[in-house]
């Protein structure tokens, strides 16, 4: 079993910024791929960005220029740094790996319990 802690949620004015970040632990031996998803009420769950352990990044199209991605491999962490933030920003938003455990298991993933990022004036 795995656990990914998220912090960094709250809330913020129009056009500031928070950071992000979600630190792994447990039954892992290598994440492939770490990312955020997002969820506003009423709407589906969507990709934000994610990163590879090549160093390969994508980003949802609403976000680009704006969000900045990345992992630290030594912890397990990745973080997002989101500026210049819009009341559609708004919403939950999970972290997710993609990873292998120590029999080299595939196809496993894990997911954070999210956190609320609210973006009012």
């Known amino acids: 079993q795995v656990q990914l802690v998220e912090s960094g949620g709250g809330l913020v004015q129009p056009g500031g910024s928070l950071r992000l970040s979600c630190a792994a632990s447990?039954?892992?031996?290598?994440?492939?791929?770490m990312g955020w998803h997002r969820q506003a009420p009423g709407k589906e769950r969507e990709l934000v960005a994610a990163?590879?352990?090549?160093?390969?990044?994508n980003y949802a199209d609403s976000v680009k220029g704006r969000f900045t991605i990345s992992r630290d491999n030594a912890k397990n962490t990745v973080y997002l740094q989101m500026n210049s933030l819009k009341p559609e920003d708004m919403a939950v938003y999970f972290c997710?790996?993609?990873?292998?455990?120590?029999?080299?298991?595939?196809?496993?993933?894990?997911w954070g319990q999210g956190t609320q990022v609210t973006v009012s004036s």
């Open positions: 990163i590879t352990s090549g160093g390969s990044i």
């Open positions: 997710y790996i993609y990873y292998t455990d120590y029999r080299r298991s595939a196809g496993l993933s894990s």
């Open positions: 447990g039954s892992i031996f290598r994440i492939s791929t």
